[in-house]
């Protein structure tokens, strides 16, 4: 994916780095530039895990014992909105020294908790179901370490800065870090209830609990000390948490089909972007992923906003607003920053404050920049929005620009990339792990590295700034850029084209010598809608053949090709976003078949993981009756694996909104298997609304619309 992310055989450095082993059942939470990841027993014990803001840890151990034992895990779950988290668990064997003794399972621990205001809320809820008094000796250990994200992803650090003694006041501790960068992070937790014994890092209750009673503890863990915990503010701040969710959600067309499951995953990948999209001052933006990347990513965003635009384009709107607002304006190597590009990603702790890491603001993203510039041609189209294109304009000037100058590096007409400095990424495509770019013998690319797709959304590029030119009266320049266009679909033609394989090369090298590796990034051409037919076809064969489809989605890396290897970050692996943005390619040309199988494929892994997709999953061949293999630490929720679901739908429907025309165009639209019915509610065209439904007959897909007078759907065939 981004950021620093190899495959789990590549060697750390500075610029590449593991995530570490964490559990595989992780459960995450979100608030802004807040998040916690935890375990099923609601517990955080300082891998992985723990309770983040601003890429800082601020809890690094959170553990609940009775006695000295743990409860016994009964279910854990997230609520279907991603609000709450609820654990229940019941207890061990509980002595008490000279009272009674507590046979297992006659205590139930329900912890339920939320996120809102920057702020962690808890209720522990214990219920006696036996027919005696129980003493219930509830301990809580916790710790703060104040790790930044790069140190919790295993980058190891000179030196640190000061940790304060622990402040205590009866029933709270403060813990407080003062970093290199002179900052001082706070981190408070608080009881409802005070312990009769508190120390720095554990807090210790006595509860006496008769026969069929109950008692509730409320604890708030924050970045300072606030009102004292109790039943009233949980209630209350729960309300408010579930409000702005259900504000979140409401936006764009509502999906629903005849699938019960299949609506479930249209809902829970709806519940996900809102968990993941942040409100900033330009407008809605989607975080990448947790707990690795829950910061402002470019390259992500765009994709997700592209997966959901033609049912709500606010997202695409904001991503748009915030990326022109951090575009660089200036050369540097340690950012690999030039004017015009766009922003790669964000990150506010103290190791890219410090610029111990290249990542406080960094652009080391090669395909960012012209997907940007296709993301705003395709907002245009779908919305009609010119209003915004104009405010946007010098941005998109800049953007084109920089493919121009600083995209061509060798002057050769291909867009390429090779990192400034040792401490940036050394592959800059969206496969940015540091083995993900090779030749047919498994030798590395030496820079500057063109990517065969990174040259599809330079085309898009070129194509939308012709029609946005067209638009706004420039007649030459809108020429000229279509003539940009061309130019580089016959050097893409001409160069990347491996007849004796019927496919497209991943890359050519800086010597310019052909990668001929066999990977998914040509299907992103098709998608980029660059691809001569002909070809396109023979790339279709391809993906949907063996060698790229698992039957759970398209691989990244063909069978039999050099590095292959199925539990790769990049080189074997599945991605939900790769796969949909492959079966919007093969949509563009006639492939319908091909897209429903993988519209199945990657619904039925959606249901191996609880009606959510991770952000990879190994690429192991289907068993039957097995699941697909987990890759251990994929991020769960991610934004453009949630997003797949609508992309692929677009691209079974046949399905394009063009509001500037007010037209929506419907091409030998399909339907999932199994799928006998889906609704689009309140799809929105400018100013108007227009509900869609389509049904199965047979083999026939028959559409009904329900639109204002004015608004016209077009059903055409597949050529």
Avoid at 69 to 98: C, E, K, M, W, Y
Avoid at 140 to 145: G, H, L, N, T, V
Wanted: net charge negative.
């Amino acid at each position: 994916m981004d950021d620093l992310a190899p495959s789990p055989e590549a060697p750390a450095t500075l610029g590449e780095t593991h995530e570490p082993r964490t559990p595989a059942r992780l459960y995450a939470l979100k608030d802004r530039d807040t998040f916690l990841v935890a375990d099923a027993f609601g517990d955080v014990l300082g891998s992985g895990d723990g309770l983040f803001h601003n890429d800082t840890r601020i809890l690094s151990r959170f553990q609940l014992f009775l006695g000295s034992h743990p409860p016994s895990l009964l279910s854990a779950a997230i609520a279907r909105d991603n609000v709450f988290f609820t654990s229940h668990s019941a207890n061990q064997r509980l002595p008490f020294p000279g009272g009674p003794v507590a046979p297992p399972g006659v205590l139930h621990i329900a912890r339920k908790r939320f996120l809102w205001d920057d702020r962690l809320f808890e209720r522990i809820c214990m219920v006696n179901y036996s027919r005696d008094e129980v003493i219930v000796p509830l301990t809580i250990e916790f710790d703060a370490d104040f790790c930044d994200m790069f140190e919790v992803r295993g980058l190891r650090r000179a030196r640190r800065g000061q940790m304060h003694p622990a402040d205590l006041d009866g029933r709270s501790v403060a813990r407080r870090y003062t970093g290199l960068d002179g900052v001082t992070r706070t981190s408070v937790i608080s009881f409802s209830d005070p312990p009769f014994r508190l120390s720095e890092h554990r807090a210790e209750f006595m509860y006496p609990l008769g026969p069929e009673s109950r008692l509730e503890l409320y604890l708030e863990i924050g970045l300072c000390a606030g009102p004292t915990p109790t039943r009233e503010r949980f209630r209350s701040h729960a309300a408010r948490a579930r409000f702005s969710m259900r504000a979140r959600r409401r936006h764009g067309a509502r999906l629903r089909t005849s699938g019960r499951l299949f609506s479930e995953w249209i809902e829970k990948s709806k519940a996900d972007i809102a968990l993941l999209t942040t409100e900033m001052e330009t407008g809605p933006y989607p975080y990448a992923g947790i707990p690795w990347f829950s910061t402002t990513f470019g390259r992500d965003a765009i994709i997700t906003a592209w997966q959901v635009l033609w049912v709500d384009p606010s997202l695409a709107r904001g991503v748009l607003a915030f990326l022109a607002a951090n575009q660089a304006t200036e050369v540097s190597a340690f950012r690999d920053s030039a004017p015009g590009k766009i922003l790669h990603e964000t990150r506010r702790g103290e190791m890219a404050t410090m610029r111990e890491v290249p990542f406080g603001r960094y652009y080391g993203g090669v395909d960012t920049t012209p997907l940007f510039v296709a993301l705003a041609g395709a907002y245009a189209e779908r919305t009609g929005d010119m209003v915004l294109i104009e405010m946007l304009w010098p941005h998109l000037e800049a953007a084109i620009a920089w493919i121009e100058t600083y995209g061509d590096a060798d002057g050769d007409g291909l867009i390429d990339y090779a990192r400034g400095a040792t401490s940036g990424l050394a592959n800059q495509g969206w496969k940015d792990s540091q083995d993900s770019v090779f030749h047919a013998d498994g030798r590395f690319a030496t820079g500057p590295v063109a990517l065969v797709e990174v040259q599809g959304y330079a085309f898009a590029a070129y194509r939308a700034m012709a029609m946005l030119a067209r638009r706004r009266g420039e007649e030459e320049q809108s020429a000229a850029w279509s003539v940009r266009s061309e130019q580089i679909r016959q050097s893409v033609e001409q160069t990347f084209w491996m007849e004796d394989e019927g496919f497209y090369a991943i890359a050519v090298d800086g010597a310019g010598e052909l990668c001929r590796v066999r990977a998914s990034n040509p299907g992103h051409l098709l998608f980029a809608r660059l691809a001569a037919p002909q070809r396109a076809r023979k790339v279709a064969q391809n993906l949907l053949s063996r060698d790229f489809a698992s039957g759970w989605g398209v691989r990244t890396l063909a069978l039999g090709e050099a590095r292959f290897n199925p539990m790769s970050y990049h080189n074997g692996s599945v991605w939900p976003h790769d796969t949909a943005l492959c079966a919007l390619g093969l949509s563009h040309y006639g492939e319908r078949d091909g897209v429903v199988a993988l519209t199945a494929a990657l619904f039925e892994t959606a249901a191996s993981f609880e009606m959510r997709l991770p952000e990879l999953f190994c690429g192991f061949p289907r068993q039957a009756g097995e699941p697909p293999v987990a890759y251990p630490v994929a991020c769960l929720p991610q934004a453009w694996a949630a997003g797949s679901v609508y992309m692929m739908l677009q691209a079974c429907l046949g399905i394009t909104v063009n509001a500037a025309e007010r037209v929506v165009t419907i091409v030998d639209p399909r339907l999932p298997i199994g799928i006998d019915r889906l609704w689009v509610d309140g799809l929105t065209l400018g100013d108007e609304v227009i509900d869609l439904a389509f049904e199965r007959h047979g083999d026939h897909i028959r559409v009904v619309t329900a639109a204002r007078e004015g608004l016209v759907v077009v059903l055409g065939s597949a050529r």
